[in-house]
């Protein structure tokens, strides 16, 4: 699951396994969560679309998104 803040747009092709969601507390972190519930990858940084790209790619790796497959 990847939860980004509210009204947040990554820059990354995210795979269709991965669950999008939004905080609704008005958090800045960007966080990956494994499906076993512990975070594997987060940031409050406003530019991190090359380490979310690795951490993606890490955690739910090759796939295809909508046409065409991502890294």
Known sequence: ???KPAGQDTGVAIPDQVIQA???NGSHT???VRPDGY???AT???EHDD???V???TWAG???VGKGTHE
């Open 1 to 3: 699951m990847l939860i």
């Open 22 to 24: 939004h905080w609704t």
């Open 30 to 32: 960007t966080a990956l």
């Open 39 to 41: 975070f594997c990858w």
């Open 44 to 46: 409050e940084k406003a």
């Open 51 to 53: 380490a979310l790209r």
């Open 55 to 57: 951490a993606v790619t």
């Open 62 to 64: 090759r796939t295809t």
